[in-house]
């Protein structure tokens, strides 16, 4: 998983004994050349091809055709924990799965590539010092879950009109925006409220448009902590995905066309879209604010950190 600037080791099946730690080498060649040599066939920004790049380093077939094989049917990695100590680990090859199952087609930065969010907004109150508002996701196949969700944040929001107030959309790589419309109205709806809000690489398509939104309403008053998002302002949305019978391979298309920086709208645009389209300019990052994948009490401990530097 890509971690900062970083590619780093999270995860491994129960039966590989590995410690976790920053990826150092592949087969003996350094990590840095492999994606200089892989990112001539990886599209988008930076940061989106540090998202669905370290794929490659797990795929024995992709690092051959690159020009980095694995040897005696097993690949190496080398890796750097914590405290700097160096682990060698081999995986033998009888452990690989088809690629197409694990391809992140969804790049949350999750260690699991199946994860899924248990609910679509979690609040966090009580604390004294403001809110906090978890938003993983704004994907509802169901199609009314989310809606409810961001219907109770918004009550909440306006219950606490006074408070300063953190959204977390870190991980969170899209969906329907507009079903966010009545909480992004809440939190305009205080003139005087503080907002953070919380982005990384794997910030995508909808949350990216939620974000330039608050960044159009609320102006100066609100700051976004992190790291540079998965895309741009003007991107290429909605379509969907194409697996191809022969090859088995899923293709992602995009058919409507987003440009939050300067506001156009092409044919392609769907009305309900090009309604809310806004120029927004640039969301330049007001601070950075990189963490490892964390549990829940972690996350908590962050947005209080990040509340009381606010208030204070």
Not at 24 to 37: D, F, K, L, W, Y
Not at 55 to 75: D, E, H, M, N, V
Not at 97 to 113: K, V
């Amino acid at each position: 998983m890509s971690i900062a600037s970083s590619v780093h080791l999270v995860f491994a099946a129960p039966d590989i004994t590995a410690s976790t730690g920053a990826l150092v080498a592949v087969n003996g060649t350094p990590v840095r050349q492999i994606e200089s040599a892989a990112g001539r066939f990886l599209a988008g920004t930076p940061q989106r091809k540090r998202v669905i790049g370290s794929i490659l380093l797990a795929w024995p077939y992709a690092l051959a055709q690159l020009g980095f094989p694995s040897k005696g049917g097993a690949t190496e990695y080398r890796l750097q924990d914590a405290d700097g100590q160096i682990i060698d680990l081999k995986v033998d090859h009888e452990n690989t799965a088809l690629a197409s199952t694990l391809y992140p087609r969804s790049e949350h930065g999750r260690a699991d590539p199946a994860w899924e969010p248990g609910t679509f907004v979690k609040i966090i109150t009580g604390t004294g010092i403001g809110l906090s508002i978890a938003l993983p996701s704004f994907f509802d196949p169901g199609e009314t879950a989310l809606a409810k969700a961001i219907s109770n944040a918004a009550e909440q929001v306006t219950a606490h009109a006074h408070s300063p107030l953190l959204i977390d959309v870190r991980g969170n790589t899209g969906g329907d925006f507009l079903k966010t419309m009545p909480l992004i109205d809440a939190i305009a709806g205080s003139a005087r409220r503080q907002v953070v809000v919380l982005v990384d690489k794997f910030t995508f398509s909808a949350a990216i448009v939620f974000v330039a939104i608050l960044k159009h309403r609320l102006g100066d008053r609100l700051r976004i902590l992190g790291e540079d998002m998965g895309d741009g302002l003007a991107f290429f949305a909605e379509g969907g995905l194409l697996d191809l019978p022969a090859s088995r391979a899923a293709v992602r298309y995009s058919s409507a066309f987003h440009d939050w920086k300067t506001g156009c709208i092409d044919e392609t645009t769907p009305p309900e879209i090009a309604h809310h389209i806004v120029a927004v300019g640039s969301l330049d990052l007001d601070g950075p604010c990189i963490a490892e994948p964390t549990v829940a009490k972690a996350d908590g401990d962050l947005y209080r950190h990040i509340l009381t530097r606010l208030t204070s």
